[in-house]
């Protein structure tokens, strides 16, 4: 039969790559500049715009979507056209996947800083940015599936299926996590609320993990490491084990980042259940990758590119062990809410992530440009410095976590708690948090050094923009299938679209046993009666703190621990949580949490508190908040974020919203004639003042004596 000649497309490759680097240094000082402000809160410059609350979203959509993402794409164009024997589907729909994406994060550069932000984590980004991602994902998965029916190879190879499934799963969660009722252009509220809400966001922030940082890059590493050694892949059978019980079994796992809050004990316990019976297809993935390099150990000495494989799939093998041990309840009761937790994640995202994509970097761009590393020995320094970088970020990190979760619980000899004030933890842990930022300095050299080595590489060899080939074109099988070719995943194999709809059956069932009776029977969450809605200052109040991020510093739910009700006060209850769209209970805290805040302090104490935090707690580092008090409240949308509500059910009264602006004034000069007695004259058309407001309203619906809040029915 006659070789059929084509091309390769590397230009797409090339972009995707320059776009991977671009964003990851970009990316990586954002990290650093947060990292600073848990040091110095002055890093942030006094400015607004670059609080901690406010760029650290910033930040993990960056690594994860601009950094990650890009090399997900390099990585796929890349490999899959070879897999394949064939050219990328359409040249213009790969442009248009190439520049939608930058468009897209250089949205989030822009609406993030400036408040824009839904606070679901690793969803931060407001409703018209999330149609167009889902577009730009479409236009990917076209462009893919595309390739796939015109292949010139009939079996899938493991990369693909990961591939596969990615785009299916990614686009399942987004849609779901994505359900907001729009309020104006750059504003809207969940549909979701409370318990609901944190379900659905955490059955997405888990597997956005599993199907972003994870799944595409076992793709990749199943592609690229048998490329770079040499040698075939360990075993085609676990593979095939580790394929479909991982995306079966990541994600049930998502409650397990919501242990001990008001989520359904049942739900809570698949968490955990699941969450455990990962470590055996995980770990299966980084056996499979190690051994692949058996007999080739020789070559890791020698190769860069070998070695950022090996501490990636180290990476990989450590966090996927972690993150099970963290799912018990009985770690999870100390690490949650720590530098743990952060040590944990970094460890996947600096190792696992980080490595794999410099590795493939450092192999793939001399590759397209036919020409040799500029230098082998910078490339070797960006590992060592890049390895000691990881160290010094997650070794503290630990340390600081382990510090925290032990110092908040425990107590003294006479039964009162040791460390009573918050503060004492935070203070505790800065020569960690010092340390973690050199780590991080040192990874965003090495980083900077790849850009230096890959640049001149570059300069120095020319890009094969389409790249001869040659393959047999595919014969369609008309009789019966080869006897050979009789197992059944050889014959799923050939079937892309069988391939497709099975891995999403397979993805969806997990999710729906998990939220389908958390929305459907109402024992989940018992409803409490004395929790009213919130008033319309209220509310603005609570818009302003969703748009400062304190969220990323202050969680909103109390456990039910002795340690944690001696401290806050009540633990916090699912009922109290019914008109909250979007839900508040964060996921760190760097300061005390906040769901009982509610009649703790005077007004007085919580104006102070943010126009100088030090005035209140010496030595906090919690930045001022000045403009709030200089900066007049936008209540232009009010009455339709009332309307909004009562759309969501929220039971505001018929007509509510053609007073609510009235009510939202009265409540206002009531807190600032309350500021003027204690010699603090600010207008009652402040943002201070809402925020105020809300912060008083906080977990106090359960309290029966509690009469100071104006009615809104």
């Known amino acids: ?12 490759v090339r972009d995707f790559g320059i776009a991977t680097i671009v964003w990851g240094i970009i990316g990586m000082l954002v990290g650093l500049i947060v990292a600073t402000q848990l040091i110095s809160p002055s890093m942030n410059l006094g400015n607004q715009y670059t609080t901690f609350g406010r760029i650290r979203p910033l930040h993990t959509n ?15 164009y890349y490999s899959l056209q070879r897999l394949l024997k064939a050219r990328m589907f359409s040249n213009v729909l790969s442009k248009i996947h190439f520049w939608g994406w930058q468009l897209i994060i250089v949205s989030a550069v822009i609406t993030l800083p400036l408040g824009f932000t839904s606070s679901h984590e690793y969803a931060e980004l ?33 990369a693909i299926w990961f591939y596969i499934a990615t785009f299916v799963t990614i686009a399942v969660l987004h849609i779901v996590n994505s359900f907001q009722l729009p309020i104006s252009f750059l504003k809207s509220y969940y549909v979701f609320a409370g318990v609901q809400d944190a379900l659905v966001q955490w059955w997405y922030g888990h597997n956005a993990v599993a199907f972003f940082l994870t799944t595409p890059y076992l793709g990749m590493m199943y592609y690229f490491l048998p490329k770079m050694a040499n040698r075939p892949v360990y075993s085609y059978k676990l593979s095939i084990l580790h394929f479909w019980s991982l995306i079966f079994i990541y ?20 968490g955990v259940a699941f969450s455990i019976m990962l470590i055996a297809p995980s770990w299966g993935g980084m056996i499979n990758g190690l051994l692949t390099l058996r007999g080739a150990w020789d070559k890791v000495r020698e190769d860069v590119t070998l070695k950022f494989m090996v501490v990636a799939l180290t990476a990989y093998g450590m966090a996927t062990f972690e993150g099970p041990m963290l ?4 770690i999870n009761g100390v690490a949650h809410f720590t530098d743990w937790i952060v040590a944990h994640v970094h460890v996947g995202a600096l190792g696992w992530n980080g490595f794999l994509t410099f590795g493939i970097l450092y192999w793939l761009i001399p590759r397209i440009y036919k020409t040799e590393l500029f230098s082998k020995k910078l490339a070797s320094f960006h590992f060592w410095i890049g390895t000691l970088g990881i160290l010094f970020y997650a070794i503290p990190m630990y340390w600081a976590g382990f510090t925290q979760g032990l110092m908040w619980k425990e107590f003294t000899d006479e039964g009162l708690l040791k460390y009573a004030n918050f503060l004492t933890t935070t203070l505790q842990i800065i020569p960690m948090h010092i340390l973690r930022s050199i780590g991080g300095a040192l990874y965003l050299i090495g980083a900077i050094a790849m850009t230096y080595n890959l640049a001149k590489t570059m300069l120095r060899g020319k890009l094969v923009a389409n790249e001869a080939a040659e393959a047999m ?31 999403m059956i397979v993805i969806l069932i997990g999710g729906m046993v998990e939220m389908m009776p958390t929305f459907t029977i109402e024992s989940n969450v018992p409803t409490i009666a004395s929790v009213k809605p919130y008033t319309p200052l209220e509310l603005e109040g609570r818009d302003l703190y969703i748009k400062e991020g304190c969220v990323n510093c202050h969680s909103q739910t109390i456990r039910p621990f002795r340690s944690e009700t001696e401290r806050y006060g009540e633990y916090s209850k699912a009922g109290e949580f019914v008109y909250d769209h979007p839900f508040l209970w964060g996921s760190k805290r760097t300061g005390p949490d906040l769901h009982r805040i509610g009649g703790k302090y005077s007004n007085a104490w919580h104006y102070n508190h943010m126009l100088d935090p030090t005035s209140m707690s010496p030595g906090s580092i919690m930045p001022p908040y000045p403009w709030l008090i200089t900066q007049k409240l936008d209540t232009s949308m009010t009455e339709a974020k009332i309307r909004a509500m009562q759309s969501l059910g929220v039971p505001y009264r018929e007509n509510f919203d053609a007073v609510a602006k009235a009510k939202l004034q009265e409540q206002a000069e009531a807190i600032a004639a309350d500021l003027k007695q204690n010699n603090i004259d600010v207008k009652s058309d402040r943002e201070i003042i809402a925020l105020i407001a809300y ?11 509690k009469t100071t809040i104006p009615s809104n029915q």
């Open 1 to 12: 039969m006659q070789l059929e000649k084509f091309t390769y497309d590397n230009k797409i």
């Open 473 to 503: 074109a595919l014969e369609k099988v008309i009789t019966h299938e080869d006897p050979t070719d009789k197992k059944w995943h050889r014959v799923l194999e050939r079937k892309p679209m069988k391939f497709m709809v099975l891995s």
């Open 62 to 76: 960056a690594v994860i979507f601009a950094f990650v993402g890009n090399a997900i794409f390099m990585g796929v």
């Open 695 to 705: 912060l008083q309203r906080m977990g106090t619906d359960i309290k029966a004596n």
């Open 126 to 158: 407001e409703w018209p940015i999330d149609i167009a991602i889902t577009l730009i994902w479409v236009v990917f998965g076209i462009n893919m599936f595309g390739t796939i029916i015109k292949r010139r190879e009939r079996h899938l190879y493991v």
């Open 327 to 330: 799912s018990l309840k009985q």
């Open 251 to 270: 994600i049930w796992a998502g409650p397990h980042h919501l242990l001990y809050t008001s989520l359904p004990g049942w739900a809570q316990s698949l």
